[in-house]
């Protein structure tokens, strides 16, 4: 029964199936009407589709074959910045010509301010030039002992003052007197006690000895003045209009003129030593005993301003010592001796101090310059 139910439900589909069949042949589907626009449109604008973004693509797994690595290249040194050579700092050319001792009592030279025209002028002690600079004068312990002065090349020489024992001979301003300091015989103090009921009693009377007094001998006939001056007075300067003398006394640096008692005290340290006052009279310079050297100070000229001009650091072993100032003849630089290098030799500083250089080292490359801590004046500076 089910079975001829289903045979019978297959053969009716089959009908139906054949009917739809040949209609579809028959009548074909009427078109679709699109009904105009009643009014006119915009071209519609084209716009293109946006790129798509790509999935990123996964690197692919590693696999067992093994990869040759790229070599790293060696690294090439990076040369350092070659530094540009320093531009020298100008050294300021010296002027004039200076006149100068080996020691006390040996030769005595005359060079020019750079070094050039060495020449022996004769023998002595304490050469200074003229102001002019068209003599110099100077100091012999041999007979005839006394002051003498010549020129700069070795002529006219003349005896000018006869004195047994005479030191550092310096010009007046104006070149019509020479100072000077030479040894004399005096007496010491008579030592007094007052006694009650008898009065005054000398107990001990006064002695003769050596003293150091100043001198002033006229150029033009050679006439001795003897100014007031303590009992040991030292290494006179003039002031720069002539009227007084500046000097090493008993107990420091004093002052007094040519003529009358105005001997008085300048300062009372007893360490200065061997004053040499500028060309226009504002500073003085002079040697100091620091200790266990020397050094060179400047101050105004009525004592105020001190300060050092050399120095060095207190650590060293042995301090060098820096004697002998002399003033150029235009009040800017000084030269001195200075034995920081172990030998004597001439150094030049701004007359501030600064700018310390050493100079005319051919000449003492030759030449052995003698110190004797004896307040010698080793050089002087004097116009070409």
């Known amino acids: 029964m089910k ?3 289903l045979v019978v439900s ?7 199936l054949t009917s739809l069949v040949a209609c579809s042949q028959e009548a074909p589907a009427e078109p ?11 071209t519609p604008t084209l716009e293109c589709p946006a790129t798509p973004t790509p999935t990123p693509t996964q690197p692919p797994p ?3 074959t093994p990869i040759p690595a790229t070599p790293t290249p060696t690294p090439v040194p990076t040369q350092p910045p070659q530094a540009l050579p320093a531009t020298p700092t100008p050294v300021p050319d010296l002027e004039g010509r ?7 009592g040996g030769d005595i030279y005359v060079v020019n301010a750079d070094g050039t025209g060495l020449a022996r002028l004769t023998r002595g002690m304490d050469p200074t030039f003229s102001p002019d600079g068209e003599r110099v004068a100077f100091v012999r312990w041999t007979n005839p002992w006394g002051i003498y002065t010549i020129n700069p090349d070795g002529s006219r020489e003349k005896l000018l003052f006869s004195s047994d024992v005479a030191r550092a001979p310096v010009w007046s301003p104006d070149g019509s007197q020479i100072a000077f300091y030479f040894e004399t015989e005096g007496l010491t103090p008579p030592w007094k ?11 001990i009377p006064s002695q003769r000895q050596t003293e150091w007094h100043l001198g002033v001998v006229d150029v033009a006939d050679g006439y001795l003045h003897q100014p007031y001056c303590d009992r040991f007075s030292f290494s006179p300067t003039w002031s720069h209009d002539g009227a007084r003398l500046v000097y090493d006394g008993d107990h420091g640096l004093s002052t007094t003129t040519v003529e009358g008692p105005n001997n008085v005290q300048f300062n009372d340290d007893v360490h200065d030593h061997f004053p040499v006052t500028s060309p226009d009279g504002s500073r003085i310079a002079f040697m100091h005993w620091q200790h266990d050297h020397w050094e060179i100070y400047a101050m105004n000229a009525d004592g105020t301003g001190r300060e050092p001009l050399t120095g060095s650091s207190a650590l060293l072993e042995r301090r060098p010592s820096n004697v002998s100032p002399a003033w150029s003849p235009d009040g800017k630089w000084i030269v001195f001796l200075s034995d920081r290098r172990g030998e004597w030799e001439f150094y030049v500083m701004r007359a501030d101090g600064s700018e310390q250089r050493q100079i005319l080292t051919n000449v003492t490359d030759q030449l052995r310059i003698d110190y004797r801590g004896l ?9 070409q």
């Open 10 to 16: 297959i053969l009716g589909a089959l009908v139906v």
């Open 98 to 104: 200076f006149v100068f001792q080996l020691a006390s």
């Open 62 to 64: 590693a696999t067992s």
């Open 193 to 203: 006690e007052y006694i009650e009921g008898y009065g005054w009693l000398t107990l």
């Open 3 to 5: 079975r001829a139910t």
């Open 375 to 383: 307040n010698e004046r080793v050089i002087s500076w004097g116009p």
């Open 32 to 42: 679709t009407i699109i009904p105009l626009p009643q009014s006119p449109q915009e």
